[in-house]
């Protein structure tokens, strides 16, 4: 099991920054895929940054590229924690965010590859 823990969140406005966090802890051990999602009202939940630990690879969604920034620290598996460096944003980036971890993740911005969930963090981008 995987228990995972969101922090950061709050309001701000456009062109504003946001840093997310999320602490990561239980049996962990070799390669791993995190990832960031987030979810509107009404909209699906959509990958926002993922990495893969075992290259140091990252992955972003078309509409956030250039603003986002996912970074990951990991001492040994017994502190790991995924950030999300969030420049630039905009309204349309309001949305409850999670923090998303899986053993394998062919495709590492879709949902249904991860196995454990955070309980998600408020982003909300307003003037």
């Known amino acids: 099991q995987v228990q995972l823990v969101e922090a950061g969140g709050g309001s701000v406005q456009p062109g504003g920054s946001l840093r997310l966090s999320c602490t990561a802890s239980?049996?962990?051990?070799?390669?791993?895929?995190m990832a960031w999602f987030r979810q509107a009202p009404g909209n699906e939940r959509e990958g926002v940054a993922g990495?893969?630990?075992?290259?140091?690879?990252?992955?972003?969604?078309d509409s956030v590229k250039g603003r986002f920034t996912i970074s990951h620290q990991d001492n040994a598996h017994s502190a790991l924690s995924l950030h999300l460096q969030m420049d630039n944003l905009k309204s349309e980036d309001t949305a409850m965010y999670y923090c998303?971890?899986?053993?394998?993740?062919?495709?590492?911005?879709?949902?249904?590859?991860?196995?454990?969930w955070g309980q998600g963090t408020q982003v909300t981008v307003s003037s």
């Open positions: 998303a971890f899986a053993w394998n993740a062919f495709q590492p911005l879709e949902s249904k590859t991860y196995d454990y």
């Open positions: 990495m893969y630990s075992g290259l140091g690879s990252k992955f972003y969604a």
């Open positions: 239980g049996r962990i051990t070799g390669t791993y895929f």
